[in-house]
């Protein structure tokens, strides 16, 4: 399982002559195994957040850990080895390649382990039916519906069995009822994997399934109470 901690983070922009903050002395700590979402409206810094996490990004202050280790002393490829064997990511455009099929592109980070065709088949048989899209294996991604697309997706984020799940937005291309259906997806798939998961999202409904829910207001990351599932 994967721990990670934001200690006082803040990110700054210069654009030409204009400096916009976009965190401010962001504080967070996400225990292993945890279900932390956090809710903010679009443009309120919570993809700056996750790809500062992912090593996509740096900060301008303060100090991330990874699992107790400092992440601005890695290194390039220390990131890129991080990235491809603990961090899973789904985003809210499923980035999905569109001239492979369902399997092919579930098989990319693997493929990019350089592990064994035999092994890739098996995972990715495996995971497409823990995401329950199986049967479409063989369908590319124009022959999917947005769920399933974000199952596939979904799937991709998981076939390397990573710690650390980060999930930006990846409701927000779904309707109401699919949306419901992967935030109940992920939840079940991450808790069954024990897996670590920041959700960021600006749906009060989505934040439900969280063990931990904060806001991010004006660059600052603020805890609330649990939101309540409904019946």
Not at 7 to 35: I, M, N, P, W
Not at 43 to 64: E, F, H, R, Y
């Amino acid at each position: 399982m994967s721990t990670v901690t934001l200690d006082h983070v803040c990110k700054v922009y210069e654009r030409g002559s204009v400096t916009v903050s976009v965190l401010q002395d962001a504080d967070l700590h996400v225990a292993s195994g945890e279900f932390c979402v956090i809710m903010g409206p679009s443009g309120s810094g919570k993809s700056t957040l996750l790809n500062l996490v992912a090593g996509l990004d740096t900060v301008t202050s303060g100090a991330i850990r990874l699992d107790d280790h400092p992440a601005h002393q890695f290194s390039d490829a220390e990131w890129t080895r991080y990235r491809r064997e603990t961090i899973g990511m789904v985003f809210q455009a499923f980035h999905l390649v569109p001239g492979l099929t369902a399997a092919e592109n579930v098989g990319l980070p693997l493929r990019l382990q350089k592990t064994s065709s035999a092994f890739i088949r098996q995972r990715v048989g495996e995971t497409l039916e823990r995401v329950g899209v199986q049967h479409r294996a063989g369908h590319r991604p124009w022959e999917l519906s947005g769920g399933e697309q974000q199952r596939v997706a979904l799937a991709r984020a998981l076939v390397h069995q990573p710690r650390l799940l980060l999930a930006d937005e990846p409701t927000g291309n779904l309707d109401s009822h699919t949306a419901k259906e992967i935030v109940a997806l992920i939840r079940r798939v991450s808790h069954d994997a024990s897996q670590t998961v920041i959700f960021v999202t600006h749906s009060e409904s989505a934040a439900r399934v969280g063990d931990h829910v904060y806001e991010l207001d004006a660059g600052r990351l603020h805890p609330v109470a649990r939101i309540p599932a409904t019946r």
